[in-house]
Nanobody, 115 residues
């Protein structure tokens, strides 16, 4: 049984920063992909950033200069450092894990960017 637990969301003013964390537990094999998706109100879920256990990354163009994904393989934890946040970054951010051709999702953490 795989579980993903996110933390770090909240309310922040435009231009501010937040750091999201997601810890995975259960049958986590060493080769996997972890990352983040987001879903804004009235929109479809979209990719934010992914990072393979080997270190390769894939970050959506609109956030590439502001968001940084990282991970601690020993802790099965992935992070998303979000800087220079904009109101359009407001969304539910979901942790994602792909291992052994199976996708897992966290319950989501809300990020609200507003003055």
């Amino acid at each position: 049984q795989v579980q993903l637990v996110e933390s770090g969301g909240g309310l922040v003013q435009p231009g501010g920063s937040l750091r999201l964390s997601c810890a995975a537990s259960g049958s986590i094999f060493s080769r996997n992909v972890m990352g983040w998706y987001r879903q804004a109100p009235g929109k479809q879920r979209e990719l934010v950033a992914l990072m393979a256990s080997g270190g390769s990354t894939n970050t959506e163009d609109s956030v590439k200069d502001r968001f940084t994904i990282s991970r601690d393989n020993a802790k099965n934890t992935v992070y998303l450092q979000m800087n220079s946040l904009k109101p359009e970054d407001t969304a539910v951010y979901y942790c994602y894990l792909r291992v052994v051709a199976t996708d897992y999702w966290g319950k989501g953490t809300v990020v609200t960017v507003s003055s």
